[in-house]
């Protein structure tokens, strides 16, 4: 079953005290770089959804990999989300849509097999992260829902989708691993850790 990847990644990370923080280094790469090491695992359609600082960026995103621009990525997550969607609708024998951050980088390549295994099963229209009592990305959504999520246009993701869809999602657990990287103390405490 094929499915394409979208890693958001077009904020301009205003909480980072200057840094561009897609490009900040985790492991041997960056977060971002990491984010798409991680999708390939689970995908050869993979798509990197930018904005803030798209040429910076853009040149740190390895050639096989297709950049989709957002030009209005400062309207927030949905906006992203709806146009990767639009980017990638037309493939051909795609069954679904993996959405993703790309500050997460503790939701690996494991987690995101297990997602797509799961959604494998045909059980479920989406298969989400567990966050306690609510579900969240990464997400795989079936492609019926793309006519949804190509309408979200506000600074809020995919939420309210997940929330209408309830009766046919799933939740893996990410046992603490869900952790958003949104500001420079967070990162420096992250990488201490590590």
Known sequence: MSIA???????????????????LPWGSSTLLGHAIEQAKTVSDHCHVVLG???????RQVPSHIKIVYNPNWQSGLGSSISTGVSSIKEQEDLQ?????????????APFLK????????????????SYGDKLGVPAIFDKTLFPELLMLNKDFGAQQIILEQQKY???IESNGRQVDIDTMEKYNQLIENK
Do not use: C, H, W
């Open 96 to 108: 679904g849509v993996l959405i993703m951050l790309a500050d997460q980088p503790f939701l690996d």
């Open 114 to 129: 297990e997602m797509k295994e799961t959604f494998i099963q045909e059980r479920y229209t989406i298969v989400a992260t």
């Open 169 to 171: 999602a799933v939740g």
């Open 5 to 23: 990847v979208l890693i958001l990644a077009a904020g301009a990370s205003t909480r980072m005290k200057g840094k561009i923080k897609q490009l």
């Open 52 to 58: 803030s600082n798209l040429d910076i960026i853009a």
